[in-house]
């Protein structure tokens, strides 16, 4: 029995489906006498011995290779890079190195391991922070040999004399969390590598250039096109890895239940559970509810971006024997949360990497257990992601499936001439001459700033009035939280009501400051109650080229303005209570079934809401410009709908790109026309390319609305996670037409496509009962899928029978379902027919549920 079979049958009752189980395997070591280490280095370290990995690093670095590092998360790839920094700057006083991080968080976090390690080592150099408030001259004043810094803050400083001395001598640069920088953001920042490697070049430094990232598809060639530097890649890890086990857990309509038992089962058997949740504003409703009751109030914990207290939150639950963390994927990025067993994934985070990366911190020092709960729809329904995941097989794909590749295109026409035109700022401003292909650039171009992130720059402080009132100052060290722009206007609006760390507070001003907009915030007595901001993204043509029309479309491409209009919000309150299962009914006490519907009566989460609000004039972000491909159909709504769903999910494939950087929206007065656009301001050349290769598009498109995986629509072929327009003007749902779709394009291609019909499309005169008992028991399907597949919360299936499934065969006759085991096509039925008991593969034989 594991260590951890205590905690997980008391937690998941003998329900507990695995799906999936790693083995473990012992560590790869290598002496550190072997690699030449100096007695610093030795003493720094303090293990005798590195993993396999970690010495192949060193030993690259020493060559003076450029190195990228994919190897799994916790698998030590800061003790990979950092023993030949550290023994290079020994052997060279001049030397400095340049460590990059994307998030505050985790360059303060690994400042601090940075520090550890020279203090061990009996090392006195200077390191320094250059982020946030920090100011060029104290970050790299004289004497200073590594700086920890983000993009953000470097962008504008590398100008300022005081960077050009330290990056004279620069012997390393670091990009941390490399897979972070793909998409629009990923250009950005390969623009500002290379002014930082350039520059640095032509003050006499000859740079070392080290990438740290999660595993990618294609990290040698993300690598060099990020930098334009050729890479040796370190893709094998040699730590010790302890066996995990995956389970597909489903609360069925008992969400309170399962999240008492879960806190109350990491308390009672000394678990520390991370709970990662897709959404900042359910991790902070989440940790609120639990927060408020005194018996659980030491053991839960709050940890997402912007979040005020941040050392003291990550203390208090490394120092903690037990408990549990709600968090968002604010936390996936590397940030040292110590040693635990189990993570609980909220929902599917979006992608593999993404997934790898949350899984990754369970088990790292013992055996681990990560539990997939799917997340579900405000019908009970399974989301498409979480429906598809709970298969099995598809699974698997998850953890063996190959990694998206991370994809940035580094001499992007809008991007690269800003980059260009900065360094010919910063070669002067050093007294030297640029680059030729920086000389000719657009001198106007470097003087007007820009943020990296695409985002408008405008900082936002959440902060008490009480503390605002009292210390001014004070307030922007330590605001409650700080958001991004959209999350200001969307959830922190005048009127908006929020839970942090268990206390209510409603927002009562905004006010405009030097330092950026503060936040006025004060405490109410509303325990449970938060509002849900309103807001939709306005498209306006503003140049466009003029239409073609082939068959069944219309087609253009051009230039768009694109607005975010925030336009009121929504009270509600969000409450574990008894209720009914079928209906909006809510139970009282002495009630054990429902006097409405005669349904089941269970505790459930349900959300009141309690009023509409809309702003007299609506909130609006900067509009920003960008380029598009509008397309027209000549069919309905529903067909566009499916059309726009196929090109989004091929054109990051086909035009290689990421997925973030494009989005979608439909015309306000044309349903049957929807533009497809570049999400990033100035334009990424994403829909341009994927104009130009339309008819490929289309082609492609063809087979995935030809699928036969379902007749209107899934994850595996048309759904997707995030439309960008799901909904028309008047909040009804959009329709998906999938059907319509494959007769278009079929129209318009010319050709037609014949549709195996598999056994899952054929209809069934069986009612709802018999079709989940017959999927659940028979077919072998999660309770998940079977769900999603009906349209029936989970829930329901807990007032299914439990008498033997009746069965039909052609040959045998009647006979009773006794037992079914494996998956998909190997999974296996025993069925008690009247004279004997034969066992078949369930996939090849004619079985028919007749009751």
């Known amino acids: 029995m594991s260590a951890l079979s205590p905690f997980l049958q008391d937690l998941l009752g003998n329900k507990a489906r695995a799906f999936y189980t790693e083995e473990g395997h012992p560590p790869e070591l290598v002496d550190v006498d072997q690699l030449g280490w100096s007695a610093p280095l030795k003493k720094g370290f303090k293990y005798p011995q590195v993993y396999s990995h970690q010495a192949a690093c060193y030993e690259a670095m020493r060559l003076g290779e450029h190195v990228v590092i994919t190897t799994p998360t916790a698998s030590g790839k800061t003790g990979a890079f950092l023993p030949a920094i550290v023994q290079n700057l020994l052997d060279d006083p001049k030397a400095t190195a340049l460590l990059i991080y994307p998030l505050v968080a985790l360059a303060q976090d690994q400042r601090e391991k940075l520090q550890a390690f020279l203090d061990q080592a009996g090392i006195l150099w200077v390191t320094e922070e250059f982020q946030g408030q920090a100011s060029v001259d104290q970050a790299f004043r004289e004497g200073v040999r590594i700086v920890m810094a983000t993009p953000d803050k470097l962008h504008w400083a590398l100008a300022h004399p005081k960077v050009a001395l330290f990056l004279k001598n620069l012997k390393h640069l670091v990009l941390d969390e490399a897979h972070t920088y793909r998409g629009g953001f990923g250009c950005e920042i390969s623009g500002l590598i290379r002014r930082v490697l350039a520059l640095s070049q032509h003050l006499g430094a000859k740079p070392q250039v080290v990438l740290s990232t999660a ?115 604010a936390l996936e990025a590397g940030v040292d949360i110590g040693d635990l067993s189990v993570v609980v994934l909220d929902g599917y985070p979006g992608s593999r990497m993404t997934f790898r990366q949350m899984v990754g911190r369970a088990g790292r ?101 009480t503390l605002w009132e009292t210390n001014p100052k004070k307030a922007f060290f330590e605001p409650l939280e700080t958001p991004s722009s959209h999350y200001a206007h969307a959830e922190k609006h005048v009127g908006a009501v929020f839970s942090w760390d268990g206390v209510s507070y409603q927002v009562s001003d905004w006010l405009p400051s030097p330092q950026g907009t503060v936040i006025l915030v004060e405490k109410v007595n509303s325990v449970g109650e938060f509002t849900r901001g309103n807001y939709r993204v306005k498209v306006t043509p503003v140049k466009m080229e003029k239409w073609e029309t082939q068959g069944e479309l219309a087609f253009r491409f051009g230039e768009i303005s694109v607005q975010k209009e925030y336009l009121g919000y929504q009270l509600h ?19 054990k079934t429902c006097p409405k519907c005669n349904g089941r009566i269970r505790d459930r989460v349900l959300e009141q809401k309690l009023a509409d609000h809309t702003f007299e004039r609506p909130l609006t972000l900067p509009s920003f410009r960008t380029y598009t491909m509008e397309i027209g159909v000549r069919s309905t709504g529903g067909t566009a709908h499916a059309l726009k769903h196929a090109l989004m999910k091929l054109i990051p494939e086909l035009v290689a790109c990421d997925p973030n950087d494009i989005s979608g929206a439909f ?44 007749e209107s629509g899934c994850y595996q072929c048309l759904e997707m996670e995030r439309c960008g327009s799901p909904t028309l003007e008047n909040g009804d749902k959009r329709h998906i037409n999938k059907t319509g779709a494959r007769e278009l394009l079929e129209k318009q291609l010319g050709r037609k496509v014949r549709i195996e019909v598999t056994p899952q499309e054929e209809s069934s005169n069986l009612n709802w009962e018999l079709q989940a008992r017959e999927l659940l028991e028979l077919q072998g399907l999660s309770s998940t899928e079977v769900s999603k597949r009906l349209g029936i919360p989970s829930r329901e299936f807990q007032n299914l029978p439990s008498t033997p499934l009746k069965v039909l065969h052609p040959k045998f006759g009647e006979g009773e379902l006794i037992s079914a085991i494996g998956y998909g096509s190997l999974r296996k039925a025993r069925i008690r027919f009247p004279t004997q008991e034969k066992t078949f593969l369930v996939s090849l034989a004619p079985i028919q549920v007749i009751g």
């Open 365 to 465: 020092v013992s055996e681990g257990a990560i539990l997939y709960l799917p997340a579900m729809d405000e019908n009970g329904v399974p989301r498409p992601a979480d429906a598809f995941y709970s298969n099995p097989q598809n699974f698997r794909q998850l953890l063996q499936g190959a990694v998206e590749r991370a994809v940035i295109e580094a001499h992007n026409a809008y991007i690269t001439p800003k980059h260009l035109s900065r360094m010919q700022h910063e070669f002067y401003a050093v007294g030297l001459n640029p680059p030729a292909e920086a000389s000719s650039s657009n001198w106007a171009l470097g003087m007007k700033r820009w943020n990296l992130r695409s985002d408008d720059g405008e900082k936002y402080y959440v902060v008490e009035r």
């Open 573 to 591: 309150r969000q409450v574990f209570a008894r209720g009914c299962g079928k209906c909006d009914y809510a139970a009282l006490p002495e009630d």
């Open 667 to 710: 015309r306000a007065d044309k349903d049957n026309y929807f533009f497809i656009y570049d999400d990033w301001k100035g334009g990424l050349g994403i829909s341009h390319r994927a104009f130009k290769d339309l008819p490929l598009l289309l082609d492609r498109a063809l087979e995935l609305c030809s699928s036969t995986c379902c």
């Open 215 to 329: 595993t990618i598809g294609n990290a040698t060639e993300f690598a060099e096109s990020l930098t334009g530097l050729s890479f040796t890649e370190i893709n094998t890890s040699g730590a010790k890895k302890y066996p995990k086990t995956y389970y597909l857990v489903d609360h069925r309509g008992q969400a309170r239940k399962f999240w008492d038992n879960l806190i109350n089962q990491s308390i009672v058997h000394g678990q520390k559970t991370l709970v990662f949740f897709r959404g900042r504003s359910k991790a902070s409703r989440m940790h609120a509810q639990y927060h408020n009751r005194p018996e659980y109030k030491e053991y839960v914990h709050l940890y997402m971006s912007g979040a005020g207290g941040r050392d003291a939150r990550l203390t208090r639950f490394r120092e903690a024997k037990s408990g549990v963390m709600f968090a968002t994927s």
